[in-house]
């Protein structure tokens, strides 16, 4: 299986830049997808094929990368960002999940 | 407004059975792929399985082969996931979940699994 591995917690202040990063343990080509998760609720889907916004997400989301190396950036983080963010691969079967990255505010 | 409303969690024993269900709403259900993601808890998410637009064609993790089987009623616009041969190791949050591109665009709230004597 495709593994994608992720920092495990990141803490920034609101305002600030953000970028979060996933590495594939093999190519997933742009099929990369960057999902969030607030405590108690189901994710939401954030940037689907590496770099494109979903629909209703705010601007200061985006994504980049190919291959085996991606990058989601927040810029800039609130308050409200507070979250796990998850990216996934559908490149490869099966479909996977990096660990997630915890982001909290200072 | 698309809606996914998943129900049939609850506790069960080890080595019995179980049967989640989805129900859609808000598109057009028999367009789309569907897909059962589960999250232990205070653990990541993991893809469960996934059964084409039509019914046609189902895929499953290695880990429940065999025990899980996905399906679904596009008449009723639900999604079904029977779950046999149950062991602690399934104990997550079940959620029903839309394709996009490969992507979830969709998911429910989500529905407790506890697999526990």
């Known amino acids: 299986d495709t593994v994608l591995t992720q920092s495990p917690a990141l803490a920034v202040s609101p305002g600030e830049r953000v970028t979060i990063s996933c590495r594939a343990s093999?190519?997933?080509?742009?099929?990369m997808h960057w999902y969030q998760q607030k405590p108690g609720q189901q994710p939401t889907l954030l940037i689907y094929?590496?770099?494109n916004l979903e629909s209703g997400v705010p601007a200061r989301f985006s994504g980049s990368g190919s291959g085996t190396d991606f990058t989601l950036t927040i810029d800039p983080v609130e308050a409200d960002d507070t979250a796990t963010y998850y990216c996934?691969?559908?490149?490869?079967?099966?479909?996977?999940f990096g660990g997630g990255t915890k982001l909290e505010l200072k | 407004e698309v809606q996914l409303v998943e129900s049939g969690g609850g506790l069960v024993q080890p080595g019995r059975s179980m049967k989640l269900s989805c129900a859609a709403s808000?598109?057009?259900?028999?367009?789309?792929?569907m897909a059962w993601v589960c999250q232990a808890p205070k653990k990541g998410l993991e893809w469960v399985a996934t059964i084409s637009y039509d019914g046609s064609s189902t895929y499953y993790r290695d880990s429940v082969k065999g025990r899980f089987t996905i399906s679904r009623d596009n008449a009723k616009s639900t999604l079904y996931l029977q779950m046999d041969s149950l062991r602690s190791e399934d104990t997550a949050t079940y959620y029903c979940a839309r394709h996009n591109y490969g992507s979830y665009l969709y998911w429910g709230q989500g529905v407790m699994v506890t697999v526990s004597s």
């Open positions: 996934q691969q559908s490149w490869n079967d099966p479909p996977t």
């Open positions: 093999e190519s997933v080509s742009t099929l």
């Open positions: 094929l590496a770099s």
């Open positions: 808000g598109f057009t259900f028999n367009n789309y792929d």
